[in-house]
Nanobody, 122 residues
Framework: QVQLVESGGGLVQTGGSLRLSCAASGRTISRYVMGWFRQAPGKERDLLTAISWSGARTYYADSVKGRFTISRDNAKNTMYLQMNSLKPEDTAVYYC???????????????WGQGTQVTVSS
C-alpha cells in the first residue's frame, strides 16, 4: 500500500520561505517521477513541479519558476520542495504525488498525499 505524507506547511509572511517534505512508504521511489501540486480554494489542482527518478530532469510551472526548487533523496524515499520569495497567491493546499508507472516522463499521477496547508500573509 503506497502512502505519501507531506509535512512542512504553515503560515509565513510575504517574502518568506518554507520547505515541504513528502515521505513515501509502501514503494521505493527511485524508479518514479514525483510531483508537487497545489490547490487554492475554488480552483483546480495544478501541477507545480516534477522531478525525474534520478533527479536529472525537472519541470516547473511558470508561476513558481525561479522561486521554488524540487529535489529528492531516494535513499530516504523522500521528496522536497523549497519555496522562497513566497507570495499571498501561493496560499493553497500542497500535495505530493506519485505515478503508478515507473520510468515515464512526463507522468500521470495515481497516488496522492493528504496535503499540507501553506498560507502566505500579506
Amino acid at each position: 500500500q503506497v502512502q505519501l505524507v507531506e509535512s512542512g506547511g504553515g503560515l509565513v509572511q510575504t517574502g518568506g520561505s518554507l520547505r515541504l517534505s513528502c515521505a513515501a512508504s509502501g514503494r521505493t521511489i527511485s524508479r518514479y517521477v514525483m510531483g508537487w501540486f497545489r490547490q487554492a480554494p475554488g480552483k483546480e489542482r495544478d501541477l507545480l513541479t516534477a522531478i525525474s527518478w534520478s533527479g536529472a530532469r525537472t519541470y516547473y510551472a511558470d508561476s513558481v519558476k525561479g522561486r521554488f526548487t524540487i529535489s529528492r533523496d531516494n535513499a530516504k524515499n523522500t521528496m522536497y520542495l523549497q519555496m522562497n520569495s513566497l507570495k499571498p497567491e501561493d496560499t493553497a493546499v500542497y500535495y505530493c504525488a506519485l505515478p503508478a508507472s515507473p520510468l515515464t516522463w512526463p507522468s500521470t499521477y495515481d497516488y496522492w498525499g493528504q496535503g499540507t496547508q501553506v498560507t502566505v500573509s500579506s
